[in-house]
């Protein structure tokens, strides 16, 4: 596609989503913050289906720009190379790096777009850049990563408030972190999410069973540490203190609403230990069985 085919832009597109940051914002706490000075977002948007997108800057821009493209397609100009755009395909500019960038004709792109500043933005950029100098550019769609750029705009959508500046580019690291490492992302948030999501459905449904750390693992077909760290990643917890919470939530089922006794509950959900049982619930619910039992907390 030859740049000069590019019609003007004309003035919006359906459906399209921005925010500008106030640049007395951007001055007065973003540059400032200890937290928030190391990198964060001046602008961001969404465009969907943007025909006729267009933009020169012979100057550059003052922020580094990235632009993802979840469909259709594109191109880019920087250094006279004119670099066509694909689905699943992000555009990086650098700082002050003369460009222009558009929409293609015939399929024009729908994109997710940030600009960004900070004192080691300069440094992130050429991580990205070292990274993909000998890799494909493209990256697999994940609507994890599509949920975090959500999460950032609806967050600063709702204002300004330094508590919500500070979360919102807290996430934007790992926005980035999942495209520049996106093997590990992909393998956390995709197929390990399913697996400890499946995994916690089978402890749930063998709440009453005596079961292992083993047995847990076997189930995802993955070795005992490498489950054990994604199951603590993913819940916070350990597998067996996850699968004890359980059936300490089935326990307190139990006393509220039936009339079996300590032992009876305690063997129905496979502790055949009453003393263990009785440990494990208070040290759970810091009430014992008995007094939990006589709370008739509701």
Known sequence: ??????????????????????????????????????????????????????????????Q?????????????????????????QFIIIPA????????????????YWFHFQGEISEAIMQLILNYFKYRNVNITFNESRMQLFENIYDNLSLGYSNENLQYTNMVFYHFLSSLIFENKFKNINKGDRDIIKNTIEYMAENVMQPMSLDDFANYANLSVSRFSTLFKIKT????????????????????LFTDYNIKEIGYKLGISDPYYFSRMFT??????PKKYRQSKIK
Request: proline content about 6%; aromatic content about 12%.
């Open 96 to 111: 002050k790096k003369p460009h222009s960038y558009g929409a293609s004709e015939d399929n024009p792109w729908s994109i």
């Open 236 to 255: 916070g917890y350990s597998p067996v203190d996850y699968f004890n919470h359980l059936k300490i939530q089935k326990a307190c089922q139990y006393l």
């Open 283 to 288: 040290k759970t619910m810091s009430l014992s």
């Open 1 to 62: 596609m030859k740049k000069n085919t590019i019609k003007k832009v004309r003035e919006g597109f359906q459906g399209q989503r921005q925010i500008s940051v106030p640049p007395y914002i951007v001055k007065n706490f973003l540059s400032k913050d200890p937290i928030t000075r190391q990198l964060f977002i001046t602008h961001i948007g969404y465009y969907p289906k943007a025909k006729f997108h267009h933009v020169e800057r012979p100057a550059g821009s003052n």
């Open 64 to 88: 580094n720009i990235l632009i993802y493209c979840a469909e259709g397609s594109g191109w880019t100009q920087m250094d006279d190379v004119l670099t066509d755009i694909s689905a699943s």
